[in-house]
């Protein structure tokens, strides 16, 4: 029996109610305004400007490469090309949030036709992966490993959903949204890559 | 096991390399000029003068072959008129020839 996997999951619960905040001594709003800044003056054209706002994004784009490809060079190159292309499109780009959606979107789709150029992916569905030959306590030591082992073999689009979802905790939507797919195909990707990934990681293959 | 939390461990993300910054300022400084110091408004002002440019020569096109047919009725007119006036012509040589000659061959010829 597969537990279900709970789905709209926001990152945080609060269960204290929020105090209030007052906007402007709010450090996140500090960091909004500042990120405003940069990018207003990335627009400019003011390359030290884009440099930090390179920086403060190039963990997210670099992760997501790196989960998708699982190759350092493959996902610095990747990473670069994304910065290149945002730097070309820095004028249409209007607040931060508009930013990192364009960073997320652009990223995910390079990664997916990345894969699909160089024909990396191995042609097992969320049915066929791997069986695992390890014994428990050596499979809970590279659990993680096994785990990223076992989302690549997924295909292209529900592994990107997954690492969406667990690398940058994205909602289902903003998912949907960045790749261009009804929300209900990202539910099915997710709840069939999970309960693939669950099976073969308690050796409960059907 | 929690696989939930098990996958957030395993997607958690990672640390991008030191320079890749300085290696994207890098590649914008030998790439030629970016496409975005273009801007909107020229590029529409091109697509505008393109599309005027094609109009121009449509309409020049048109001019010159509308010149040409009226050239080329022109010389056949004149060249029909070269015709009927050389026909025109000769039958009035041949009849002045006739009216020049003499009764008396008129007559054996049977012509009044």
Sequence with gaps: ?206 | MNLDHDLHDAFRRKQAPADLADRVLARINEAPAPSRQVGPASSGVRRWLAAAAVLAIAAGGGQYYAHQRQAAEAARVQKDLRIAMQITSETLARVQSKLSQPAEERRQQGIP
């Design chain 1, 1 to 206: 029996m597969v537990t279900a996997v709970p789905f709209g999951r926001t990152n945080a619960q609060p269960t204290q109610p929020a105090p209030l905040a007052i906007p402007v001594a709010s450090p996140h709003f500090a960091d909004a305004a500042e990120s405003q800044d940069l990018l207003t003056q990335a627009k400019a054209g003011d390359q030290a400007a884009f440099a930090a706002l390179i920086r403060r994004h190039q963990n997210m784009v670099f992760s997501l490469a790196l989960h998708m490809l699982r190759s350092r060079p493959a996902a610095e190159d990747l990473a670069q090309e994304v910065f290149l292309k945002l730097y070309r499109s820095l004028h249409r780009l209007e607040s931060e949030t508009h930013v990192v959606a364009w960073l997320r979107r652009v990223a995910s789709n390079q990664c997916i036709n990345e894969i699909r150029r160089r024909n990396h992916r191995q042609e097992f569905g969320t049915d066929t992966l791997p069986e695992t030959g390890q014994a428990p306590e050596l499979r809970e030591v590279f659990v993680a490993e096994r785990l990223e082992a076992l989302v690549a073999g997924l295909p292209e689009r529900a592994r990107m959903v997954v690492v969406l979802r667990y690398q940058e905790e994205m909602p289902l939507t903003e998912i949907a949204d960045a790749l261009g797919m009804p929300v209900n195909t990202v539910k099915s990707h997710l709840r069939r890559s999970i309960v693939a990934l669950r099976e073969r990681l308690t050796g409960k293959s059907q």
